[in-house]
């Protein structure tokens, strides 16, 4: 189910809610990221919004493999 988040606001802006799922709806439109993404950066790094801001832009770069 789709919400209408234009006028939506977290509780508290500088975490993520995991356990809610319109904050996690609002959280993927603001990280342009899927669901599955965004949870996988909360389970590496927590939910702080920066933390989870950097794993995101990273691409996860250090858990990556080698390059050849």
């Known amino acids: 189910m789709t919400v209408?988040?234009?006028?939506?606001?977290p509780l508290d802006p500088g975490r993520v809610n995991a356990q809610d799922p319109?904050?996690?709806?609002?959280?993927c439109a603001q990280f342009h990221c899927s669901e599955a993404t965004l949870n996988d950066a909360l389970a590496k790094v927590g939910s702080h919004v920066?933390?989870?801001?950097?794993?995101?832009?990273?691409g996860d770069k250090a858990n990556a493999p080698p390059a050849r």
């Not at 209408?4 to 606001?9: A, E, T």
């Not at 319109?22 to 959280?27: D, G, P, R, S």
């Not at 920066?50 to 990273?58: C, E, G, N």
Request: hydrophobic share 45%.
């Open 50 to 58: 920066t933390a989870v801001r950097d794993q995101l832009a990273s």
């Open 22 to 27: 319109v904050e996690l709806q609002y959280w």
């Open 4 to 9: 209408d988040l234009s006028h939506f606001k």
